[in-house]
């Protein structure tokens, strides 16, 4: 089992993996560390969008 943690921000997303030599490493999305994320209401419902 490989422990991993995901921090949800206000503006991105990250994530990282700890392998199974205890070295952490960030999990990449299209070759990014940070996956840009934002909210957007609309008409009294939540809509989610990615930049």
């Known amino acids: 089992m490989y ?3 995901i921090d949800l921000g206000t503006s991105n997303t990250v994530a990282v993996l700890r392998g199974a030599d ?3 490493r960030p999990l990449l ?4 560390e940070q996956l840009p994320v934002s909210r ?3 008409c009294g419902r939540r809509v ?4």
């Not at 999305?29 to 990014?32: E, K, L």
């Not at 989610?48 to 930049?51: G, N, P």
């Open 48 to 51: 989610d969008r990615r930049q």
């Open 29 to 32: 999305f299209d070759g990014r």
């Open 40 to 42: 957007l209401c609309r």
């Open 22 to 24: 205890g070295q952490i």
């Open 3 to 5: 422990p991993f943690a």
